[in-house]
């Protein structure tokens, strides 16, 4: 089992960066594919994905270009690196563990969850 603790959330002004911090708790998390979330609402939206070695990685539309994901295993976290944020960036942010080593793009692939960090970007 893994335990999922993200961090780094905050306000800030558009056109500002932040780093978001996803620490794992657990055995094994090397084995696991890794993703970002947001969440407005009820709406849960992929943001990014990795792979188990960090080799693979995927971004969304809306974020690819500002937007860069990573791992560091020896450290079990993961990271979510955010430049240039627009107000429409705002929303609760998680991390999830996928089995298997992969991820996806569907919240439904992931099996274990952060409790997620707040971000918003003012106009």
């Known amino acids: 089992q893994v335990q999922l603790v993200e961090s780094g959330g905050g306000l800030l002004q558009a056109g500002g960066s932040l780093r978001l911090s996803c620490a794992a708790s657990?055995?094994?998390?090397?084995?696991?594919?890794m993703g970002w979330f947001r969440q407005v609402g009820k709406a849960r939206e992929f943001v990014a994905g990795t792979s188990w070695s960090g080799d693979n990685t995927y971004l969304a539309d809306s974020v690819k270009g500002r937007f860069t994901i990573s791992r560091d295993n020896a450290k079990n976290t993961v990271y979510l690196q955010m430049n240039s944020l627009k107000p429409e960036d705002t929303a609760v942010y998680y991390c999830?563990?996928?089995?298997?080593?992969?991820?996806?793009?569907?919240?439904?692939?992931?099996?274990?969850w952060g409790q997620g960090t707040q971000v918003t970007v003012s106009s």
């Open positions: 999830a563990a996928a089995r298997g080593g992969w991820f996806g793009t569907s919240s439904a692939q992931y099996d274990y």
């Open positions: 657990g055995r094994a998390f090397s084995s696991y594919g």
